[in-house]
């Protein structure tokens, strides 16, 4: 029976146990972090609505105050944002768009002329 050896690229019997325990809490530090920015995300609507709402019940509005946790529908923002693009795409002024051309002429030379390493490539193999 035959065993087999797996050849890695890299030399495990380096990798000691400092280097595991700081790669453990590097994982992990990044994962807390990617997990609490999650909670703050998901939470901050939550929190502004509900100080809405509050505020809006110290005026006295009942009404305003039920409106307030109501949520805007996809359609309505896609046409607010759309009128708002539009908008900010009228102050800017208006360019002319003529393009002017002018054919520089260049000195022929045969340094960057290409045929002639085509040409002579036989002369150089004798």
């Known amino acids: 029976m035959t065993t087999l050896v797996l050849m890695l690229p890299i030399d495990l019997s380096a990798i000691g146990k400092e280097h595991l325990t700081l790669a453990l809490i590097g994982y992990s530090v990044v994962f807390l972090a990617l997990f609490l920015l ?19 019940q110290k005026e006295g509005g009942e009404e305003k105050a039920a409106l307030a946790g109501t949520s805007v529908p996809g359609e309505v923002s896609a046409a607010i944002a759309t009128a708002i693009s539009l908008y900010l795409e009228e102050l800017h002024d208006e360019e002319t768009a003529i393009l002017t051309i002018k054919k520089v002429g260049k000195t022929y030379s045969p340094w960057n002329s290409k ?5 002579n490539f036989n002369r150089f193999q004798r």
């Open 38 to 56: 999650f909670l703050v995300f998901s939470m901050l609507p939550k929190f502004l609505t509900r100080n809405l709402r509050k505020k809006f």
């Open 115 to 119: 045929i002639y390493n085509v040409i």
